[in-house]
């Protein structure tokens, strides 16, 4: 069974940080590209930030450029997201994915595997 665990959310002041971790388990994770989405009340739920399978290619969104972090450690099985200079627009359910591939943006479509996500708060 395929499995995804988001971990560390939480809420934080804006200016703030936070690390999410992607622990994931049944898979053969080192062949997945790695994604981070995030739905937010009443929106669609939107692509973050990726990462190639050898860690050499990433994406971010527009909004959260400059801002997040996307990495893997693959001999942990595990994906990171660590978000920098948090605004109140970031808080949203942030969920991980693996898929296939991706390379100029992230559609959800492309990614067979999701966590069920971890709340980001963030308040001004």
């Known amino acids: 069974q395929v499995q995804l665990v988001e971990s560390g959310g939480g809420s934080v002041q804006a200016g703030g940080s936070l690390r999410l971790a992607c622990a994931t388990s049944?898979?053969?994770?080192?062949?997945?590209?790695m994604g981070w989405f995030r739905q937010a009340p009443g929106k669609e739920r939107e692509g973050v930030a990726g990462i190639h399978s050898g860690g050499g290619y990433t994406f971010y969104a527009d909004s959260v450029k400059g801002r997040f972090t996307i990495s893997r450690d693959n001999a942990k099985n595990t994906a990171y997201l660590q978000m920098n200079n948090l605004k109140p627009e970031d808080t949203a359910m942030y969920y991980c994915a693996a898929g296939s591939y991706f390379r100029s943006s992230l559609d959800k479509t492309d990614f067979s595997y999701w966590g069920q996500g971890t709340q980001v708060t963030v308040s001004s």
């Open positions: 049944g898979y053969t994770y080192s062949t997945n590209c």
